[in-house]
């Protein structure tokens, strides 16, 4: 069946690049997702990327694709501390009714 | 705009109360969704709703009871909960149930089963 990976943990110092990876299984996946969930609260939308493309930049967010190895990887430029949180990598098969296959999150915790 | 809004935060209930949970969005959304989170675990999709009809329902206890009333309201009735159903409650929605559409969060409800 579909299967998302994450690394559990992921520590950086404050002004460090952070580099989540994610890896799946399901070669139909059509659109990949990272959600950011802070303590006690909701999934935050962080940012897409459709199979078809091999990166996207937003600001201090870049996400990279390597569809051969389907591997899902991204990259918080400049950490802050603001950015300690949960990190869910999620893939969806665009032809399904929406079922989001979520990783178990990697949690980063960023040190001043 | 792109907030989902559910209440309660918070709630408290026992093994023998009805409640249910409320869930909001005014972005047009067609599709909403139930999931269920646990503690330092991903959330595991409970319903979908498309188009104001249940299209998935994954194999969730009877104890709980999906009702979309409208295109904008997604509501969970709560009955006869155990214990081992403590968890938070999210609300999601997406532009449409297929697609590149993207789903929305809201907070979540705290849910514990006393």
């Known amino acids: 069946g579909e299967d998302v990976e994450q690394s559990l943990f992921l520590s950086v110092r404050e002004g460090d690049s952070s580099v989540i990876n994610c890896t799946y299984t399901d070669s139909s996946s059509t659109y990949l997702y990272w959600y950011k969930q802070e303590p006690g609260a909701g999934l935050q939308l962080l940012t897409y990327i459709f199979s078809n493309m091999d990166m996207k930049q937003d600001q201090r967010l870049t996400v990279l694709l390597n569809k051969k190895d389907k591997h899902l990887s991204l990259r918080i430029a400049d950490t802050q501390t603001g950015d300690s949180a949960i990190y869910f990598c999620?893939?969806?098969?665009?032809?399904?009714?929406?079922?989001?296959?979520f990783g178990k999150g990697t949690k980063l915790s960023v040190k001043p | 705009d792109t907030e989902v809004t559910q209440t309660p935060k918070h709630l408290v209930m026992g093994m023998t109360n009805k409640k249910s949970l409320k869930c909001e969005q005014h972005?047009?959304?067609?599709?909403m969704y139930w999931y269920k989170q646990k503690a330092k675990k991903p959330p595991e999709l409970m319903f979908v709703?498309?188009?104001?009809?249940?299209?998935i329902n994954e194999s969730v206890p009877s104890r709980f009871s999906p009702e979309c009333p409208n295109s904008s309201l997604l509501n969970l009735h709560l009955h006869a909960l155990q214990p081992e159903d403590s968890a938070l409650y999210l609300c999601?929605?997406?532009?449409?149930?297929?697609?590149?559409?993207?789903?929305?969060f809201g907070p979540g409800t705290r849910l514990t089963v006393t």
């Open positions: 999601a929605s997406s532009q449409e149930p297929r697609g590149a559409y993207e789903q929305y």
């Open positions: 709703y498309s188009y104001e009809k249940l299209s």
């Open positions: 972005m047009g959304h067609r599709a």
């Open positions: 999620a893939e969806r098969d665009g032809g399904s009714q929406g079922n989001l296959i």
